[in-house]
Nanobody
Framework: QVQLVESGGGLVQAGGSLRLSCAAS????????MGWFRQAPGKEREFVGA????????YYGDSVKGRFTISRDNAKNTVYLQMNSLKPEDTAVYYC??????????????????WGQGTQVTVSS
C-alpha cells in the first residue's frame, strides 16, 4: 500500500511558477512509475506527465511540454512538478499517481494504482 500526499498548490498570476511536491510512503517507491494528472471542473482527468522509476526518462502531455518539468528524489520518496510560464488554462486540481506494476509509462489514469488527494492550482489572468 502506498499513500501519496501532494503539496505546493496555490494561486499564481499568469506567467508565474509553482512547484508541486508529492510525498510517498512505502519502501518500494523507487520501483514505481510516477505520474501527474490534472482535472479542471467539467473536464476529464488529463495526463500532465510521468517519470520512470530511475528518473532517467520523463514524458509530458502536449499542453505542458516545454513549461513543466518532472523530477524525483527516491531517497526522499518524493516526486516534483515544476510548473513555469503558467497559463489560466492550467487551472485545475493536480494529482500525483503511482503505477506499481507498469513497465512502461502510460498516460491512462486507470493504469495507475495509487492516487493522492489532489492540490488546487489556480492561475489568474
Amino acid at each position: 500500500q502506498v499513500q501519496l500526499v501532494e503539496s505546493g498548490g496555490g494561486l499564481v498570476q499568469a506567467g508565474g511558477s509553482l512547484r508541486l511536491s508529492c510525498a510517498a510512503s512505502g519502501r518500494t517507491f523507487s520501483r514505481y512509475i510516477m505520474g501527474w494528472f490534472r482535472q479542471a471542473p467539467g473536464k476529464e482527468r488529463e495526463f500532465v506527465g510521468a517519470i520512470t522509476w530511475s528518473g532517467g526518462s520523463t514524458y509530458y502531455g502536449d499542453s505542458v511540454k516545454g513549461r513543466f518539468t518532472i523530477s524525483r528524489d527516491n531517497a526522499k520518496n518524493t516526486v516534483y512538478l515544476q510548473m513555469n510560464s503558467l497559463k489560466p488554462e492550467d487551472t485545475a486540481v493536480y494529482y500525483c499517481a503511482a503505477d506499481e506494476h507498469g513497465l512502461v509509462v502510460t498516460t491512462t489514469p486507470e493504469d495507475y494504482d495509487y492516487w493522492g488527494q489532489g492540490t488546487q492550482v489556480t492561475v489568474s489572468s
